[in-house]
């Protein structure tokens, strides 16, 4: 049977120009794994960045990427800083407070800037798409859009109105709604996704009525096939 092509934003005119685009900060969660540079403007050897930007002892990824890990409590362990609180604060917010720990009680470095990355962001796509499984984003931004393209696009039987989007945020678990369709899902808050998301597309009530019956006419047809054979058994035994 043909596919139907899905109406990605059907309910959307064109509205070029209008509309301000608003990436939200990302906020750091447990298990992140932060790429942390410290760059300073100091010449003098005594004050030099260099030894700040070793990788972290024992904090790496799974095939042995250096970073910062963020334990179950929140934190990770600078190999010069010491412990930072990390979870729930915006990557600007950890700079800062690193830029602190530089700077007070005791000048360590001069003007330090700080870079952080989050080097394992992930979503994960389950339900009606080419091709559920984990999406690796190499960048720190990705919308719901873009998430299903990776995973091959949605199938005929989706429901594309009501999206679901699995999250953790501030320690605990929510899920949100999204609808393809509305000329308001740039407004979501779950139309930028955050790293650890669970995206779910659903089955239509179609599908499943598709498979009904087709287990319908399966137990039909078998039964059928029962019949016609024990209707030539008997007629054999007759002519016999």
Known sequence: PIQKIPNYLENINDTTGNGEIKTPDLKIQKN???????????????????????????????????????DNN????????????????????????????????????????????????????????????VLNVPGERLTVLEAIGLAGGITEFRKKSNLKIHREADGKRETGMIDL???????????????????????TNQRFKDAEQTRVIQKISFAFTLVTVAATIASIFIRN
């Open 32 to 70: 992140d794994l932060l790429s942390i540079q410290i760059i300073s403007l100091s010449l003098n050897p005594e004050k030099s960045d260099v030894p700040y930007n070793q990788p972290s002892v024992g904090g790496s990824a799974e095939g042995g990427a250096p970073g910062y890990l963020v």
């Open 74 to 133: 929140g934190d990770i362990i600078h190999h010069r800083l010491g412990v930072l609180h990390a979870e729930g604060l915006t990557k600007s917010e950890l700079s800062a407070e690193i830029k602190k720990r530089l700077r007070e009680p005791v000048e360590l470095l001069k003007d330090p800037t700080v870079i952080i990355r989050i080097n394992n962001f992930k979503v994960t796509v389950l339900g009606q798409v080419g091709h559920e499984g």
């Open 181 to 203: 369709t509305s000329k308001d899902i740039f407004d979501s808050p779950y139309y930028y996704l955050r790293q650890n998301d669970v995206l779910i597309i659903e089955s």
